[in-house]
């Protein structure tokens, strides 16, 4: 996927009889998906959604025509269509914030060892893992990832016991703020 869209919202179910569909939005403000029309799908599409219900993410999505959906059985064709925007829509980061597309591909290392790539960002309510290409799932937090070099695309990750397994204990590699220590 291009590096200058960032997955925005994802389209679900739909609602009523209508034409009216649910969104999973990944924006902090799910409001805020109206401003940043137009919205664009996997194969180019440009849509933009205006919100009906913000309680129950209920929107109306339109086409890049201005035209909405009027019935169900038109939005059971786009359930789970990904929506994106470009980067420049989007509020400046924090330091230390990262828009999931910036990680995923990133080459992952402890100490001198690459582990793979992160494959994909996941976020299931109880805090964010990166999963790596070697099947490891790695908890995306301060002390199990304290290095990101977003200019050598790489992060280093220092994994906890739970992961690792006790065999492999006795060479476990820790980070610390100033450098590496085995």
Same mark, same amino acid.
């Given at each position: 996927m291009n590096?200058?869209?960032?997955?925005?919202?994802?389209?679900?179910?739909?609602?009523? =009889?209508?034409?009216?569909?649910?969104?999973?939005?990944?924006?902090?403000?799910?409001?805020?998906?109206?401003?940043?029309a137009p919205?664009? %799908?996997?194969?180019?599409?440009?849509?933009?959604?205006?919100?009906?219900?913000?309680?129950?993410?209920?929107?109306e999505l339109?086409? %890049?025509?201005?035209?909405?959906?009027?019935?169900?059985?038109?939005?059971?064709?786009?359930?789970?269509?990904?929506?994106?925007?470009?980067?420049?829509?989007?509020?400046?980061?924090?330091?230390?914030?990262?828009?999931?597309? %910036?990680?995923?591909?990133?080459?992952?290392?402890?100490?001198?060892?690459?582990?793979?790539? =992160?494959?994909?960002?996941?976020?299931?309510?109880?805090?964010?893992?990166?999963?790596?290409? $070697?099947? =490891?799932?790695?908890?995306?937090? $301060?002390?199990?990832?304290?290095?990101?070099?977003? $200019?050598?695309?790489?992060?280093?990750?220092?994994?906890?016991?739970?992961?690792?397994?006790?065999? $492999?204990?006795?060479?476990?590699?820790?980070?610390?703020?100033?450098?590496? =220590?085995?």
């Open positions: 590096q200058d869209l960032v997955l925005v919202c994802v389209v679900g179910r739909p609602h009523g =009889v209508r034409g009216l569909v649910h969104i999973h939005s990944y924006v902090e403000d799910p409001i805020s998906l109206e401003r940043y919205l664009q %799908d996997e194969q180019g599409r440009l849509w933009s959604l205006r919100w009906c219900n913000t309680k129950d993410n209920v929107a339109m086409r %890049d025509n201005g035209e909405p959906f009027t019935n169900r059985s038109q939005v059971q064709e786009i359930i789970n269509t990904r929506l994106y925007v470009s980067r420049s829509a989007l509020p400046a980061l924090e330091e230390e914030e990262f828009y999931h597309v %910036d990680l995923i591909g990133m080459e992952v290392f402890e100490g001198h060892l690459s582990l793979g790539h =992160v494959v994909m960002v996941h976020d299931y309510g109880g805090g964010v893992s990166l999963e790596i290409s $070697k099947g =490891v799932f790695i908890p995306f937090t $301060k002390a199990c990832v304290p290095r990101i070099d977003l $200019k050598t695309r790489s992060l280093f990750v220092c994994r906890p016991i739970e992961i690792w397994g006790e065999e $492999k204990q006795e060479t476990k590699t820790r980070f610390i703020a100033n450098g590496l =220590v085995s």
